[in-house]
């Protein structure tokens, strides 16, 4: 079979494929850069197949101890039953465990067809795309908004984050009867101001809005977390944290992307005012 774990000396040939079409796959790209180094992950956290082509990787499958599962599976018909078995056996040798799977909706589909897996629930989303096109509509200047201060987050903005994180994964995250999980989100904020860019709009001192990256890739950042406090919506102070985050990725030579539910036609209309274009279909399952 083509399919095997991939070892160091796949690096650069995962890279190249990765890089190709980096918006697609942030989520994975992130978890193979560590304080700016390129590098498989630990096998006892987490293992990545490829599957190689005329000595290229073709496709990668990221999966980890945790039950994230990333596919990424550009050019495979569903209908390839060789690869299915392939992807079936190395999936299995990894532990065969499923919490989490994003990724691309076509990739989603065809991961989950193979190995048979029934998600409890899917929530499919636009993966929206700023910046790789030279004609995309410049950032514009910003409207002064009257004591709203937008500034990078600090470790030490941790407490004042809180609420409005709390209030973001109940609202956006958590689906119908999950249970919050307040350690978990603690655990990972902690991280993210850290690892993640995070800017903070205050107006009058009060914290009202939050959005930052949730994952860092070669050369492009998704965007997510995006959440204005609800007395202050419809006021564009989103907008002016975006334009400040977006500033901040563009200086790092990369572009954004994110992805955002279909439903939500004020986001959409907020992203598309801001030069982002629909690119593809994206989705999460969760099991």
């Known amino acids: 079979m083509n399919w095997s ?4 000396s796949d690096l650069p040939a995962i890279r190249a494929l990765l890089c190709r079409r980096e918006w697609e796959c942030v989520s994975l790209t992130g978890r193979l850069l560590s304080s700016g180094a390129y590098r498989l992950p630990a096998s006892g956290r987490a293992r990545i197949a490829v599957r190689r082509e005329n000595g290229r990787a073709a496709q990668v499958l990221y999966m980890a101890k945790s039950g994230i599962v990333i596919p990424y599976f550009p050019g495979i018909p569903l209908e390839d039953s060789r690869e299915a078995e392939a992807v079936r056996e190395i999936f299995q040798q990894a532990g065969g465990r499923i919490s989490v799977l994003p990724g691309l909706k076509t990739s ?20 929206m795309v700023r910046g790789d096109l030279p004609q995309e509509t410049p950032l514009l200047r910003r409207v002064e908004f009257p004591y709203l201060e937008i500034r990078r ?9 809180l ?3 709390e209030a973001y994964e109940k609202e956006e995250i ?3 009867e999950e249970e919050f999980d307040s350690a978990k989100m603690r655990d990972e904020l902690k991280l993210n101001l850290k690892t ?14 939050k959005g930052g990256t949730n994952a860092r890739g070669f050369t492009s950042d998704q965007i997510g977390g995006v959440y204005t406090r609800p007395d202050f919506r419809n006021k564009r102070v989103a907008r002016f944290l975006m334009r400040r985050l977006l500033g901040h990725i ?3 030579g990369k572009t954004a992307c994110l992805f955002v539910k279909k439903h939500n036609l004020p986001a959409l209309r907020l992203y598309a005012g801001l030069g982002f274009r629909i690119a593809e279909n994206y989705r999460i399952s969760y099991f």
């Open 250 to 252: 563009f200086a790092d």
């Open 153 to 161: 987050a600090k470790p030490a903005d941790f407490n004042a984050i």
């Open 196 to 209: 993640q860019l995070i800017y903070l709009g205050f107006y009058a001192g009060e914290l009202i809005v």
């Open 174 to 176: 958590l689906f119908q």
């Open 5 to 8: 774990f991939a070892e160091k």
């Open 108 to 127: 989603i589909e065809v991961f989950t067809a193979w190995v048979g897996a029934q998600p409890l629930i899917s929530v499919d989303y636009y993966l």
């Open 163 to 165: 609420p409005l994180q």
